[in-house]
């Protein structure tokens, strides 16, 4: 656990107050920041997708239509 100082507006700081509560300022901050910057592991992602053959069947029947429909 790291502690961290921040300056605020007193309104910032009065609606975080009323949203979270004194005593959950922090743990609501947290749970709505750290989806924002946690980074997807992005290869397994499209790994996974690839390994979809039905997916990848239809992706590839959409982009044939494409080049048929000269788009």
């Given at each position: ?6 300056t ?5 700081y009065?609606?975080?107050?009323q949203?979270?509560?004194?005593r ?5 901050i947290?749970?709505?920041l750290l989806p924002?910057i ?9 790994q996974a ?12 029947e959409w982009?044939?239509?494409l080049?048929?429909?000269g788009?």
């Open positions: 656990m790291q502690k961290l100082t921040l605020i507006s007193e309104n910032f009065n609606a975080l107050y949203v979270a509560g004194k959950n300022i922090s743990k609501f947290e749970d709505k924002l946690e980074q997807p592991n992005l290869d397994s992602a499209y997708m690839a390994a979809d053959e039905l997916r990848e069947k239809e992706a590839q982009c044939e239509g080049i048929s429909d788009i």
